[in-house]
């Protein structure tokens, strides 16, 4: 079984930057597609963005878009998201996601292991 174990999260003010990362254990495979989703209270799974191991390729969502960026270290099955000019509107909890399967896919359904969370505050 892959388990995907997220940290880094915290409370940041507007404006401010955090780096989160994600290291994946258990069961091992050559390749993932990766991905961050973060959900608020009362709100949807959104998600945020991902990295395809095989296609070395990279997709963000628009509203994080220039501000936020994924890294993958396949040495160490570490995911990152480092998250720069934070806003209120980013508080959520942040999880990490992956799937062997080879294409970006931005749904919660398109990704079979998921971490439990971090949260991240951003105050006003």
């Known amino acids: 079984q892959v388990q995907p174990v997220e940290s880094g999260g915290g409370l940041v003010q507007s404006g401010g930057s955090l780096k989160l990362s994600c290291v994946l254990s258990?069961?091992?495979?050559?390749?993932?597609?990766m991905a961050w989703f973060r959900q608020a209270p009362g709100k949807e799974r959104e998600f945020v963005a991902a990295f395809s191991d095989s296609r070395e390729s990279t997709y963000y969502a628009d509203s994080v878009k220039g501000r936020f960026t994924i890294s993958r270290d396949r040495a160490t099955n570490t995911l990152y998201l480092e998250m720069n000019r934070l806003r209120p509107e980013d508080t959520a909890v942040y999880h990490c996601?992956?799937?062997?399967?080879?294409?970006?896919?931005?749904?919660?359904?398109?990704?079979?292991?998921w971490g439990q969370g971090t949260q991240v505050t951003v105050s006003s």
């Open positions: 258990g069961r091992t495979f050559s390749s993932y597609t």
């Open positions: 996601a992956a799937t062997t399967f080879p294409g970006i896919q931005t749904v919660p359904t398109g990704y079979d292991y």
